[in-house]
């Protein structure tokens, strides 16, 4: 579902990201993980075509991001770090907003927001307007409005920042659902117990560098070697 082959950013002098070969299958729920300025948010943002890689290739289901951008687009959601809403509509608008933007019809696009606004149950906060929501709901909203044309790649960057545990829970299996139904996730997060809980694999950066990538059963190789638990694991690698 995800290819990178040898993606480089570079700023002058300054590599954040180097050579990084990744390969993420549907159904896989993919953790990545870096201490701050690893390079985790640099590669989030390419992937979603935010930034221009300096070299190297990205794949989204087969499909070149630089060469057919909007094809490779089509099938990816991504869900950044702090929600960006336009605070006047109510949360039905804006995703009536996000759908009309892949060109789902209508009737298709009402059934698509009935449906995931359920799962997330976001209730009655509906027909209110965003600039009144909590960053729950706010989080809620942005999820919703990236899963609604059904993509077969969701990238999160850090989403449970400011959540509280009944939104962090709810989030948490929205997720897990996606991998099951057989989309695969990438996820960005600085909460290691968050990782170890829901993670199906690991990648830890560091300096813009891949030093582990642990497929199948994510935390096998630290128990291994004696490591209580992946946040001993992660300590002793990045330090």
């Not at 070969?21 to 896989?28: M, R, T, V």
């Not at 992937?47 to 190297?56: F, W």
Request: charge should be neutral; glycine fraction near 10%.
């Amino acid at each position: 579902m995800l290819t990178l082959q040898n993606l480089t950013k570079s700023y002058g002098s300054f590599t954040a990201l180097e050579n990084l070969n990744l390969q993420i299958k549907p159904g896989e729920f993919y953790g990545f993980l870096g201490p701050n300025g690893a390079g985790k948010t640099t590669t989030i943002k390419m992937i979603a075509g935010l930034l221009r890689p300096t070299s190297g290739k990205i794949f989204i289901d087969g499909k070149d991001l630089d060469k057919d951008p909007a094809a490779a687009k089509n099938r990816l959601g991504y869900i950044p770090d702090q929600p960006f809403l336009y605070e006047k509509l109510t949360g039905r608008e804006f995703l009536f907003f996000s759908g009309g933007l892949f060109n789902i019809s209508h009737a298709d696009l009402k059934k698509s927001i009935d449906k995931i606004t359920d799962t997330l149950r976001i209730g009655t906060w509906i027909d209110r307007r965003t600039e009144t929501y909590s960053q729950g709901m706010k989080q809620r909203i942005s999820i919703a409005s990236s899963l609604l044309h059904n993509p077969g790649l969701i990238i999160v960057d850090e989403p449970m920042v400011g959540l509280d545990p009944q939104s962090s829970k709810l989030v948490k299996e929205t997720f897990q659902l996606l991998v099951e139904n057989g989309s695969a996730v990438l996820m960005t997060t600085h909460s290691l117990n968050v990782a170890e809980e829901i993670c199906t694999r690991i990648g830890i950066l560091k300096d813009g560098i891949l030093i582990f990538d642990g497929p199948g059963e994510a935390f096998k190789d630290f128990q291994e070697k004696n490591f209580l638990s992946l946040e001993e694991f992660f300590l002793e690698l990045v330090k």
